[in-house]
């Protein structure tokens, strides 16, 4: 399905932004 191929796309990046933002806060604590 081409709906399952966009999603993935807009969740890739966000999934790595949410991945940076949790590294970074962790390594603030």
Known sequence: LV???TI???IQPVALAVRL???ITAGHL
Do not use: D, M
Request: glycine residues 0%.
């Open 3 to 5: 709906i399952i191929e």
């Open 8 to 10: 993935s796309l807009f």
């Open 21 to 23: 933002t949790a590294n």
